[in-house]
T-cell receptor, first 114, second 113 residues
């Protein structure tokens, strides 16, 4: 988990509210990723960013938004349009160069929406 | 789009035994990676095997890759209680855009002392 900070560890929100999850890295990695993990499931890609001021949709981007204004930061906003937002959210980074190289993960944020 | 499938979904063994997990995928890959996740935590990278490699070792881990069968296996030898975790395979597509990985559903390993 070292070098990637996700806060808070647990987050509770009421339905209909937008919520922003933080992801900060000090690894100087260019690429950053957001994944969603549901119980007993693998990870699904929400958004990713290869460089500052640029990002692309992943497989399940609907109801989510991101920004990449700084290399160190890649916040994820879960909007009220996301139908089933309760999940474990993981942020990851990757060095540039090697395509599809190893990713480094943060500790995750568990979001509960009621 | 999840393309990795792993089996078994769950595996329970005694300490000292070997644990084998399998992963299958659908498209051509640049490499395949294995990750470990302790309950409620982030993932930790274990090993990466490239498409032109057939076998790779790292400590007690042995990974094989058969691109003709589109499958990989992870063997953990002489397992320990501390190996209890979920293990995921992840593939990087051959013509990869953005370094994306596709993860399997995972194998939940329980090692009993």
């Amino acid at each position: 988990d070292g070098g990637i900070t996700q806060s808070p560890k647990y987050l509770f929100r009421k339905e209909g509210q937008n919520v922003t999850l933080s992801c900060e890295q000090n690894l100087n990695h260019d690429a950053m990723y957001w994944y969603r993990q549901d119980p007993g499931q693998g990870l699904r890609l929400i958004y990713y960013s290869q460089i500052v001021n640029d990002f692309q949709k992943g497989d399940i981007a609907e109801g989510y938004s991101v920004s990449r204004e700084k290399k160190e930061s890649f916040p994820l906003t879960v909007t009220s349009a996301q139908k089933n937002p309760t999940a474990f959210y993981l942020c990851a980074t990757r060095t540039s160069g090697l395509s599809g190289g190893e990713q480094y993960f943060g500790p995750g944020t568990r979001l509960t929406v009621t | 789009s999840q393309q990795g499938e792993e089996d078994p979904q769950a595996l329970s063994i005694q300490e000292g035994e070997n644990a084998t997990m399998n992963c299958s995928y659908k498209t051509s890959i640049n490499n395949l990676q294995w990750y470990r996740q302790n309950s409620g935590r982030g993932l930790v990278h274990l090993i990466l095997i490239r498409s032109n490699e057939r076998e790779k070792h790292s400590g007690r881990l042995r990974v094989t890759l058969d691109t003709s069968k589109k499958s990989s296996s992870l063997l953990i030898t002489a397992s320990r209680a501390a190996d209890t975790a979920s293990y995921f395979c992840a593939t990087a597509a051959l013509y990869n855009q953005g370094g994306k990985l596709i993860f399997g559903q995972g194998t939940e390993l329980s090692v009993k002392p």
